[in-house]
């Protein structure tokens, strides 16, 4: 069976705009339920902090131990208070 292309495209119109309109009033409804967001300023500087964290693992993972970085190794000897 044969259908009109003009009928087709009368149908097709109606149920784009129906599926529009039903979006429309789902953003609407979802909208009203959202939590308000989170100030820019407070989210800048949170990824901020959260890249300082990320850069400072990976150095921390190339430099050694933390004790060892902090010159907390144990007690310190004659031989290396000269150097200080």
């Known amino acids: 069976m044969d259908i009109n292309t003009y009928a087709l495209e009368m149908m097709v119109r109606d149920r784009l ?9 789902y953003a609407l409804a979802t909208r009203a339920h959202r939590p308000p967001r989170a100030p820019l300023g407070a989210s ?12 400072r693992r990976d150095r921390r993972s190339l430099l050694g131990p933390p004790a060892a970085r902090a010159g907390l190794a144990g007690p310190a000897t004659t031989g290396e208070l000269t150097g200080v």
């Open 17 to 25: 705009q129906r599926l529009r309109q039903e979006a429309a009033a």
């Open 44 to 55: 800048l500087g949170l990824l901020l902090i959260g890249l300082g964290r990320w850069l």
